[in-house]
């Protein structure tokens, strides 16, 4: 049998990509553009651990066979762990306006206009 690898939670939380469920390490760097679930939810997690997030979700037999293809190793439990933290992108804090409500109000203001000008 072949030793098994074992990261510390620093060496997971500067990986780009991989997380910790249940103790194991899993690169998910490539999963994440195929996730039903979508990519952001685990690229929020990446580094960290998210065995609470993953199986509160209550994913498939599926979902499991899918996460055992992308095991890396254990997580050595008696490394010191790590914060880590995450900056706002100004992305996710911009309101983007909403054009379809805003082309819907013109709409309706040019139909308001046109029957006016009609019963002139
Ligand atoms: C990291 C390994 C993960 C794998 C391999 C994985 C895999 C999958 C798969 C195969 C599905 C399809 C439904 C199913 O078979 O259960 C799914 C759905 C979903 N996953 Fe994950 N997932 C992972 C992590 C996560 C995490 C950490 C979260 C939450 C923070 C999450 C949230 C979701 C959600 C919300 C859905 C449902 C999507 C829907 O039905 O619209 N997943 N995932």
């Not at 194991?24 to 998210?50: A, M, Q, R, T, W």
């Not at 995450?86 to 046109?114: G, H, M, N, R, S």
Request: net charge negative.
């Amino acid at each position: 049998m072949s030793a098994v690898k074992t990261y510390t939670y620093k060496e997971v939380a500067e990986a780009n990509g991989y997380v910790i469920i249940n103790d194991k390490v899993y690169d998910v760097s490539e999963f994440v553009n195929e996730h039903p679930g979508g990519d952001e939810i685990i690229i929020e997690l990446f580094g960290k651990d998210c065995t609470q997030e993953f199986e509160d979700i209550g994913h498939s037999p599926d979902a499991m066979k899918t996460l055992a293809k992308l095991y890396k190793g254990d997580v050595d439990t008696t490394s010191e762990k790590v914060v880590i933290e995450k900056e706002e992108t100004a992305e996710a804090t911009q309101q983007k306006p909403d054009f379809t409500k805003i082309a819907i109000l013109i709409a309706a203001v040019a139909v308001f206009l046109y029957f006016k000008s009609q019963k002139a």
